[in-house]
């Protein structure tokens, strides 16, 4: 079995950012914390999980995005098989519009 996140230390991460009140606080505490390549990527991961929700194609989704075959295959496998945190998430964001 290979790493797992659920450290104390990566608690303490995620209650930090769960702190963070708004979009402004969380790009600058991105921004301090994260490379940029980092924030970008995960940004990229995102929009990845975005577009396969909604039936995109991975060529659609490659060409929108610039990810890799690969990234967008590790992230259809995490929709599909992972936590269903990104469905969660972008179920959620959904409601609020």
Request: aromatic content about 8%; charged content about 25%.
């Amino acid at each position: 079995m290979g790493k797992s996140i659920h450290t104390e230390s990566v608690e303490e991460l995620f209650n930090a950012i769960l702190t963070l009140e708004n979009v402004e606080e969380c790009m600058n505490f991105f921004e301090d914390i994260c490379t940029v390549n980092e924030v970008l990527s995960i940004a990229q991961r995102f929009q990845v999980a975005r577009m396969l929700k909604e039936n995109h194609t991975y060529l659609e989704v490659a060409d929108k995005t610039g990810a890799s075959t690969a990234t967008i295959s590790r992230v259809n496998r995490s929709l599909n098989y992972g936590n269903d945190s990104y469905s969660m998430v972008l179920d959620r964001m959904k409601d609020k519009q």
